[in-house]
Protein backbone atom coordinates (compact mmCIF):
# COMPACT_ATOMS: atom_id res chain seq x y z
CA UNK A 1 0.00 0.00 0.00
CA UNK A 2 2.73 2.69 1.12
CA UNK A 3 5.13 1.57 -2.09
CA UNK A 4 7.71 -0.02 0.30
CA UNK A 5 10.04 -2.63 -0.72
CA UNK A 6 10.39 -4.21 2.51
CA UNK A 7 12.93 -7.33 3.65
CA UNK A 8 10.94 -8.53 6.86
CA UNK A 9 13.07 -10.81 9.46
CA UNK A 10 12.41 -12.22 12.22
CA UNK A 11 16.11 -13.05 13.03
CA UNK A 12 19.35 -11.92 11.34
CA UNK A 13 22.81 -12.29 11.25
CA UNK A 14 23.73 -8.47 10.01
CA UNK A 15 22.10 -6.16 12.62
CA UNK A 16 24.05 -3.16 10.72
CA UNK A 17 21.55 -4.13 7.50
CA UNK A 18 18.43 -3.18 9.50
CA UNK A 19 16.65 0.06 8.70
CA UNK A 20 13.90 -0.40 11.52
CA UNK A 21 13.10 -2.44 14.73
CA UNK A 22 9.31 -3.72 14.75
CA UNK A 23 9.23 -4.06 19.15
CA UNK A 24 7.27 -5.87 21.39
CA UNK A 25 8.53 -6.30 24.93
CA UNK A 26 7.98 -10.07 24.29
CA UNK A 27 10.24 -10.18 21.56
CA UNK A 28 13.99 -11.19 21.47
CA UNK A 29 15.71 -7.89 21.17
CA UNK A 30 16.92 -5.41 24.36
CA UNK A 31 20.13 -4.23 22.91
CA UNK A 32 19.61 -1.85 20.30
CA UNK A 33 23.69 -1.25 20.25
CA UNK A 34 24.55 -3.64 16.89
CA UNK A 35 21.56 -1.94 14.50
CA UNK A 36 24.58 0.84 13.64
CA UNK A 37 22.30 1.76 10.73
CA UNK A 38 18.57 1.99 12.73
CA UNK A 39 16.56 4.96 11.59
CA UNK A 40 13.44 3.89 13.81
CA UNK A 41 12.41 1.69 16.39
CA UNK A 42 8.72 0.95 16.19
CA UNK A 43 6.64 -0.26 19.46
CA UNK A 44 3.36 -2.59 19.29
CA UNK A 45 2.71 -1.68 21.99
CA UNK A 46 0.90 1.99 22.96
CA UNK A 47 2.42 1.99 26.51
CA UNK A 48 6.38 2.05 26.33
CA UNK A 49 7.30 2.24 29.86
CA UNK A 50 9.30 -1.34 29.51
CA UNK A 51 11.39 0.24 26.06
CA UNK A 52 11.65 4.26 27.03
CA UNK A 53 14.36 4.25 29.39
CA UNK A 54 16.72 1.78 26.72
CA UNK A 55 19.85 4.11 26.80
CA UNK A 56 20.86 1.74 23.36
CA UNK A 57 17.99 3.49 21.66
CA UNK A 58 19.72 6.80 19.80
CA UNK A 59 16.75 6.58 17.08
CA UNK A 60 13.47 7.82 17.54
CA UNK A 61 11.37 5.32 19.12
CA UNK A 62 7.73 5.60 18.08
CA UNK A 63 4.46 4.29 20.08
CA UNK A 64 1.37 2.00 18.34
CA UNK A 65 -1.52 4.30 17.77
CA UNK A 66 -3.94 1.98 15.70
CA UNK A 67 -7.84 2.78 15.37
CA UNK A 68 -8.16 -0.84 16.48
CA UNK A 69 -6.80 -0.44 19.98
CA UNK A 70 -8.76 2.73 19.97
CA UNK A 71 -12.15 0.80 19.53
CA UNK A 72 -11.49 -2.07 21.38
CA UNK A 73 -10.51 0.22 24.60
CA UNK A 74 -13.60 2.61 23.84
CA UNK A 75 -16.30 -0.88 23.30
CA UNK A 76 -14.52 -2.40 26.73
CA UNK A 77 -14.89 1.28 28.90
CA UNK A 78 -17.81 2.02 27.47
CA UNK A 79 -19.06 -1.67 28.72
CA UNK A 80 -17.38 -1.45 32.19
CA UNK A 81 -19.24 2.05 32.54
CA UNK A 82 -22.59 1.06 32.40
CA UNK A 83 -22.05 -2.02 34.03
CA UNK A 84 -21.29 0.23 36.99
CA UNK A 85 -23.92 3.06 36.13
CA UNK A 86 -26.58 0.80 35.64
CA UNK A 87 -25.82 -1.18 38.64
CA UNK A 88 -26.20 -4.23 35.98
CA UNK A 89 -24.44 -6.52 38.73
CA UNK A 90 -27.41 -6.43 41.44
CA UNK A 91 -29.75 -8.25 38.49
CA UNK A 92 -27.11 -10.30 36.52
CA UNK A 93 -25.35 -11.99 40.01
CA UNK A 94 -27.51 -13.81 43.21
CA UNK A 95 -31.28 -13.87 41.47
CA UNK A 96 -33.13 -15.44 44.40
CA UNK A 97 -36.32 -14.64 43.61
CA UNK A 98 -37.00 -11.43 45.31
CA UNK A 99 -38.55 -9.08 43.33
CA UNK A 100 -35.88 -5.89 44.31
CA UNK A 101 -37.38 -3.01 42.32
CA UNK A 102 -36.46 -0.04 44.72
CA UNK A 103 -33.75 1.18 42.62
CA UNK A 104 -33.41 2.53 39.39
CA UNK A 105 -30.73 3.47 38.17
CA UNK A 106 -30.01 7.39 37.32
CA UNK A 107 -29.77 8.62 33.97
CA UNK A 108 -26.27 9.10 32.39
CA UNK A 109 -26.41 13.27 32.14
CA UNK A 110 -26.93 12.49 36.55
CA UNK A 111 -23.60 10.54 36.53
CA UNK A 112 -20.27 12.28 35.90
CA UNK A 113 -17.31 10.38 34.60
CA UNK A 114 -13.46 11.40 35.04
CA UNK A 115 -10.92 10.60 32.94
CA UNK A 116 -7.58 11.01 34.23
CA UNK A 117 -5.47 10.62 30.60
CA UNK A 118 -6.54 12.68 27.42
CA UNK A 119 -4.55 10.84 25.07
CA UNK A 120 -5.48 8.80 21.96
CA UNK A 121 -7.04 6.20 24.21
CA UNK A 122 -8.76 8.32 26.84
CA UNK A 123 -9.70 10.67 24.37
CA UNK A 124 -11.63 8.04 22.20
CA UNK A 125 -13.31 6.67 25.21
CA UNK A 126 -14.55 10.40 26.85
CA UNK A 127 -15.91 10.73 23.63
CA UNK A 128 -17.80 7.56 23.51
CA UNK A 129 -19.42 8.06 26.51
CA UNK A 130 -19.91 11.92 26.55
CA UNK A 131 -22.23 10.55 23.13
CA UNK A 132 -24.01 8.02 25.55
CA UNK A 133 -25.28 11.35 28.44
CA UNK A 134 -22.95 11.22 30.65
CA UNK A 135 -20.80 13.75 32.02
CA UNK A 136 -17.57 14.12 31.28
CA UNK A 137 -14.52 15.75 32.59
CA UNK A 138 -10.67 14.85 31.72
CA UNK A 139 -7.51 15.26 33.27
CA UNK A 140 -4.13 15.37 30.95
CA UNK A 141 -0.75 16.61 31.69
CA UNK A 142 -0.54 20.06 29.44
CA UNK A 143 -4.70 21.82 29.82
CA UNK A 144 -6.61 20.38 26.62
CA UNK A 145 -9.89 22.38 24.84
CA UNK A 146 -11.75 19.14 24.05
CA UNK A 147 -15.86 19.73 22.48
CA UNK A 148 -18.46 18.53 25.34
CA UNK A 149 -15.75 17.49 27.58
CA UNK A 150 -14.62 19.74 30.95
CA UNK A 151 -11.03 19.87 31.18
CA UNK A 152 -7.89 19.63 34.19
CA UNK A 153 -4.48 19.82 34.70
CA UNK A 154 -2.02 19.94 37.14
CA UNK A 155 -2.10 18.98 41.29
CA UNK A 156 -4.93 21.62 41.76
CA UNK A 157 -7.02 20.07 38.74
CA UNK A 158 -6.53 16.38 40.08
CA UNK A 159 -8.28 17.33 43.07
CA UNK A 160 -10.79 18.78 41.00
CA UNK A 161 -11.94 16.06 38.97
CA UNK A 162 -11.47 13.62 41.31
CA UNK A 163 -13.95 15.65 44.16
CA UNK A 164 -17.02 15.23 41.25
CA UNK A 165 -16.53 11.91 39.31
CA UNK A 166 -18.96 9.26 40.32
CA UNK A 167 -16.56 6.88 37.78
CA UNK A 168 -13.06 7.49 37.16
CA UNK A 169 -11.40 5.67 34.29
CA UNK A 170 -7.68 5.49 34.18
CA UNK A 171 -6.03 5.74 30.73
CA UNK A 172 -2.88 7.19 31.87
CA UNK A 173 0.55 5.72 30.72
CA UNK A 174 3.50 4.65 33.50
CA UNK A 175 5.89 7.19 34.54
CA UNK A 176 7.46 8.53 37.24
CA UNK A 177 4.77 11.00 37.43
CA UNK A 178 2.10 8.98 37.53
CA UNK A 179 2.44 6.04 39.89
CA UNK A 180 -0.03 5.78 42.50
CA UNK A 181 -2.21 9.15 41.10
CA UNK A 182 -4.65 7.00 43.29
CA UNK A 183 -3.14 6.81 46.55
CA UNK A 184 -4.78 7.54 50.49
CA UNK A 185 -5.07 10.42 49.86
CA UNK A 186 -6.57 11.26 46.32
CA UNK A 187 -9.24 8.23 46.98
CA UNK A 188 -10.43 9.94 49.83
CA UNK A 189 -11.19 13.01 47.59
CA UNK A 190 -13.83 11.11 45.23
CA UNK A 191 -17.33 10.65 46.12
CA UNK A 192 -18.65 8.13 48.34
CA UNK A 193 -19.13 5.18 46.47
CA UNK A 194 -17.39 5.82 43.58
CA UNK A 195 -16.11 3.71 41.05
CA UNK A 196 -13.09 2.80 39.71
CA UNK A 197 -12.04 1.29 36.21
CA UNK A 198 -8.35 0.90 35.22
CA UNK A 199 -7.04 -0.06 31.85
CA UNK A 200 -4.26 2.19 31.95
CA UNK A 201 -1.43 1.06 34.36
CA UNK A 202 -0.97 -1.15 37.45
CA UNK A 203 1.09 1.47 38.76
CA UNK A 204 -0.92 3.91 38.67
CA UNK A 205 -2.66 3.11 41.89
CA UNK A 206 -2.01 1.88 45.22
CA UNK A 207 -2.85 -1.25 45.93
CA UNK A 208 -2.87 -1.27 49.79
CA UNK A 209 -4.88 2.54 49.42
CA UNK A 210 -7.40 0.43 47.04
CA UNK A 211 -8.06 -2.31 49.14
CA UNK A 212 -8.51 -0.27 52.34
CA UNK A 213 -11.04 2.36 50.59
CA UNK A 214 -12.80 -0.46 49.03
CA UNK A 215 -13.21 -1.98 52.60
CA UNK A 216 -14.33 0.97 54.28
CA UNK A 217 -17.31 1.49 51.49
CA UNK A 218 -15.21 4.44 50.47
CA UNK A 219 -15.22 3.05 46.73
CA UNK A 220 -18.08 0.93 45.69
CA UNK A 221 -16.29 -1.22 42.76
CA UNK A 222 -12.75 -1.61 40.82
CA UNK A 223 -13.03 -2.67 37.69
CA UNK A 224 -8.89 -3.59 36.86
CA UNK A 225 -7.35 -5.13 33.78
CA UNK A 226 -4.11 -4.01 34.57
CA UNK A 227 -1.51 -4.74 37.27
CA UNK A 228 1.68 -4.33 39.30
CA UNK A 229 2.67 -7.67 38.59
CA UNK A 230 1.45 -9.75 35.68
CA UNK A 231 -0.06 -12.22 35.73
CA UNK A 232 -1.55 -11.29 39.12
CA UNK A 233 -0.38 -13.52 41.42
CA UNK A 234 -2.85 -16.63 42.81
CA UNK A 235 -2.78 -15.38 46.42
CA UNK A 236 -3.10 -11.24 45.54
CA UNK A 237 -5.72 -10.03 47.73
CA UNK A 238 -7.77 -8.42 44.40
CA UNK A 239 -8.81 -12.09 42.84
CA UNK A 240 -11.23 -13.24 46.25
CA UNK A 241 -12.04 -9.70 47.25
CA UNK A 242 -16.18 -9.43 46.28
CA UNK A 243 -15.66 -5.81 45.29
CA UNK A 244 -12.78 -6.57 42.74
CA UNK A 245 -13.44 -7.57 39.07
CA UNK A 246 -9.60 -8.56 37.79
CA UNK A 247 -10.05 -8.88 34.26
CA UNK A 248 -6.04 -10.09 32.45
CA UNK A 249 -4.94 -7.16 30.06
CA UNK A 250 -7.78 -7.59 27.72
CA UNK A 251 -8.98 -4.53 27.34
CA UNK A 252 -7.77 -3.98 24.13
CA UNK A 253 -5.07 -5.32 22.18
CA UNK A 254 -2.82 -3.84 18.94
CA UNK A 255 -4.92 -5.47 15.59
CA UNK A 256 -2.90 -6.36 13.01
CA UNK A 257 -5.13 -5.04 10.21
CA UNK A 258 -4.81 -1.59 10.76
CA UNK A 259 -1.69 -1.44 13.35
CA UNK A 260 0.21 -2.43 10.08
CA UNK A 261 -0.88 0.76 8.75
CA UNK A 262 0.94 2.90 10.99
CA UNK A 263 3.73 0.93 11.21
CA UNK A 264 3.92 0.73 7.04
CA UNK A 265 3.42 4.99 7.33
CA UNK A 266 6.17 5.07 9.31
CA UNK A 267 8.78 3.66 7.28
CA UNK A 268 7.35 5.44 4.81
CA UNK A 269 7.94 8.96 6.43
CA UNK A 270 11.30 7.53 7.21
CA UNK A 271 12.26 6.61 3.59
CA UNK A 272 10.50 9.74 2.47
CA UNK A 273 12.75 11.61 4.89
CA UNK A 274 9.68 12.83 6.76
CA UNK A 275 8.99 12.98 10.31
CA UNK A 276 7.93 9.95 12.22
CA UNK A 277 4.54 10.06 13.90
CA UNK A 278 3.05 9.23 17.29
CA UNK A 279 7.33 9.80 18.97
CA UNK A 280 8.13 9.07 22.11
CA UNK A 281 9.06 12.21 24.41
CA UNK A 282 11.80 9.90 26.22
CA UNK A 283 12.08 13.40 29.01
CA UNK A 284 8.48 12.40 29.80
CA UNK A 285 8.62 9.24 29.15
CA UNK A 286 5.33 8.13 27.29
P1 LIG B 1 -1.16 8.84 25.14
O1 LIG B 1 -1.84 9.20 23.86
O2 LIG B 1 0.29 9.05 25.29
O3 LIG B 1 -1.94 9.62 26.31
C1 LIG B 1 -1.48 9.69 27.61
C2 LIG B 1 -2.31 10.71 28.36
O4 LIG B 1 -1.86 10.76 29.73
C3 LIG B 1 -2.16 12.13 27.80
O5 LIG B 1 -3.39 12.82 27.86
C4 LIG B 1 -1.15 12.75 28.77
O6 LIG B 1 -1.25 14.16 28.90
C5 LIG B 1 -1.58 12.11 30.08
N1 LIG B 1 -0.51 12.21 31.06
C6 LIG B 1 0.75 11.71 30.99
N2 LIG B 1 1.45 12.05 32.09
C7 LIG B 1 0.61 12.80 32.86
C8 LIG B 1 0.75 13.47 34.09
N3 LIG B 1 1.90 13.43 34.79
N4 LIG B 1 -0.32 14.15 34.57
C9 LIG B 1 -1.48 14.20 33.89
N5 LIG B 1 -1.68 13.59 32.70
C10 LIG B 1 -0.64 12.90 32.20
O7 LIG B 1 -1.43 7.30 25.49
P2 LIG B 1 -2.64 6.37 25.00
O8 LIG B 1 -2.39 5.82 23.66
O9 LIG B 1 -3.93 7.09 25.24
O10 LIG B 1 -2.49 5.15 26.03
C11 LIG B 1 -2.61 5.38 27.44
C12 LIG B 1 -2.14 4.16 28.19
O11 LIG B 1 -3.09 3.09 28.05
C13 LIG B 1 -0.85 3.52 27.68
O12 LIG B 1 0.28 4.22 28.14
C14 LIG B 1 -0.93 2.14 28.26
O13 LIG B 1 -0.36 2.16 29.56
C15 LIG B 1 -2.44 1.88 28.39
N6 LIG B 1 -2.92 0.81 27.50
C16 LIG B 1 -3.54 -0.27 28.06
C17 LIG B 1 -4.05 -1.28 27.25
C18 LIG B 1 -4.79 -2.44 27.84
O14 LIG B 1 -5.17 -3.38 27.13
N7 LIG B 1 -5.05 -2.44 29.13
C19 LIG B 1 -3.91 -1.20 25.85
C20 LIG B 1 -3.24 -0.10 25.32
C21 LIG B 1 -2.76 0.91 26.15
P3 LIG B 1 -0.95 15.14 27.64
O15 LIG B 1 -2.16 14.95 26.73
O16 LIG B 1 -0.89 16.49 28.23
O17 LIG B 1 0.34 14.66 27.01
Redesign the pocket.
Known sequence: DKGLEVDLLCETDAPETVDYVIYAPSGPVSDFTPFTNLKAVLSL?????KIEGNASIKVPLC???DEG??E??RE?VTGHVLRHHLGMDAHILGQNGDWRNDVAPPLAKNRTVGF?????????CADAVSRLGFQVK???????IVDGIETF??AD??REILSVSDIVVL?????A??QN?LNHESLNLLPDGAFIIN???GTLIDDDALLAALDSGKIAHATL??FRVEPLPETHPFWAHPKVTVTP??????RPDTASQTIAENMRRGEAGEPFL?VV?RA???
Open positions: WAGVERMVLSGMWLGLGTLGLAGWSRDLKAGGLLLPDTETVPGRDVHIASETHDAGY
